[in-house]
């Protein structure tokens, strides 16, 4: 048995990259790459540091829907619209990760979160751990047993039972947490006026969602500043608690590619890497980490 599977939530440090990385890189088109090169810059450090045997790079295929917009239209409404040259860089890393050789999850209808949830299924089912590379507190709700995230930038990781201490509540009650408290970064509304520690409360006495609405009746009596208020707000938005759940939780059964295996890297593609390499105008340090990567 080998180490863990390296699981990536590649579209978070691509964004990362787009906005640190200072405009001055270009394609041999003239096209922005600034992305590009703070993504490889990561990727290669995280193969040299772990020498995975086994991994995938999760992508959002698109940018600006999934799913979870047929059910409410406004999820992610909040956030601009990806720019030409942003898309145009997701396509080149896709890219890069496929010449060296690391299996790609990428899915028009799905986000990386259920890439990364249906791959973590997989390879449990075939005995290994996860490793989760992310710092989105999402992810957190597919922890279990020796499963571990991994906050790269800060060098920073936690089990399940480590989640609680994060965020308050239990791995496998971050969906309900968020359908009570919402996210504003994925435009997830929540019940207005149910903020974290409330809703951690609520949720360390009832246990989950359903069970909260289930005994609604006794949020009054709770030892807890404003119970009144709170359950009043509960009931009054208990469609859009439900409807913030649903949202927030992962879909473990999105499709994995058919070839996905048990996510082994493959053999790098000397050829395509030097011709990627052209193309993105990188030095030959970067050149030469690609090749030994």
Same mark, same amino acid.
């Given at each position: 048995?080998?180490?863990?599977?390296?699981?990536? #939530?590649?579209?978070?440090?691509?964004?990362?990259?787009?906005?640190?990385?200072?405009?001055?890189?270009?394609?041999?088109?003239?096209?922005?790459?600034?992305?590009?090169?703070?993504?490889?810059?990561?990727?290669?450090? @995280?193969?040299?540091?772990?020498? %995975?045997?086994?991994?995938? &790079?999760?992508?959002?295929?698109? @940018? #600006?829907?999934?799913?979870?917009?047929?059910?409410?239209?406004?999820? *992610?409404?909040? =956030?601009?619209?990806? %720019?030409?040259?942003? !898309?145009?860089?997701?396509?080149?890393?896709?890219?890069?990760?496929?010449?060296?050789?690391?299996?790609?999850?990428?899915?028009?209808?799905?986000?990386?979160?259920?890439?990364?949830?249906?791959?973590?299924?997989?390879?449990?089912?075939?005995?290994?751990?996860?490793? &989760? &590379?992310?710092?989105? !507190?999402?992810?957190?709700?597919?922890?279990?047993?020796?499963?571990?995230?991994? #906050?790269?930038? !800060?060098?920073?990781?936690? =089990?399940?039972?480590?989640? *609680?201490?994060?965020?308050?509540?239990?791995?496998?009650?971050?969906?309900?947490?968020?359908?009570?408290?919402?996210?504003?970064?994925?435009?997830?509304?929540?019940?207005?006026?149910?903020? %974290? *520690?409330?809703?951690?409360?609520?949720?360390?006495?009832?246990?989950?969602? #359903?069970?909260?609405?289930?005994? @609604?009746?006794?949020? %009054?009596?709770?030892?807890?500043?404003?119970?009144?208020?709170?359950?009043?707000?509960?009931?009054?938005?208990?469609?859009?608690?439900?409807?913030? =759940?649903?949202?927030?939780?992962?879909?473990?059964?999105?499709?994995?590619?058919?070839?996905?295996?048990?996510?082994?890297?493959?053999?790098?593609?000397?050829?395509?890497?030097?011709?990627?390499?052209?193309?993105?105008?990188?030095?030959?340090?970067?050149?030469?980490?690609?090749?030994?990567?």
């Amino acid at each position: 048995m080998s180490g863990p599977v390296h699981l990536v #939530d590649a579209s978070l440090y691509v964004f990362r990259a787009w906005h640190s990385m200072p405009p001055e890189f270009e394609d041999r088109e003239g096209w922005p790459v600034n992305a590009v090169h703070g993504f490889a810059r990561f990727l290669l450090e @995280l193969l040299e540091r772990n020498r %995975p045997a086994r991994i995938a &790079i999760a992508f959002d295929e698109s @940018l #600006d829907s999934n799913f979870r917009n047929e059910i409410y239209p406004a999820y *992610k409404a909040n =956030r601009d619209a990806a %720019p030409d040259e942003l !898309k145009r860089q997701f396509g080149y890393c896709q890219r890069l990760c496929r010449a060296l050789g690391l299996p790609v999850l990428a899915d028009g209808r799905f986000e990386a979160d259920d890439l990364i949830g249906a791959a973590l299924g997989h390879v449990r089912r075939a005995g290994y751990a996860g490793l &989760i &590379i992310s710092a989105d !507190k999402d992810l957190s709700q597919l922890l279990d047993g020796d499963d571990e995230q991994w #906050d790269y930038a !800060k060098d920073v990781r936690w =089990r399940a039972d480590g989640v *609680k201490a994060r965020l308050g509540v239990h791995a496998h009650q971050v969906a309900d947490f968020l359908g009570l408290t919402g996210d504003a970064i994925d435009n997830i509304p929540g019940v207005p006026g149910i903020g %974290p *520690k409330t809703a951690a409360i609520l949720l360390g006495h009832f246990g989950s969602l #359903d069970e909260l609405y289930q005994r @609604l009746a006794e949020v %009054p009596y709770l030892r807890m500043r404003g119970s009144a208020q709170h359950a009043a707000r509960l009931a009054e938005h208990r469609d859009v608690a439900l409807l913030s =759940r649903r949202l927030a939780t992962i879909d473990v059964n999105a499709p994995l590619p058919a070839d996905f295996g048990g996510a082994e890297r493959r053999a790098p593609e000397a050829a395509a890497l030097e011709a990627l390499a052209e193309d993105l105008r990188f030095g030959p340090m970067t050149r030469r980490r690609l090749l030994s990567a």
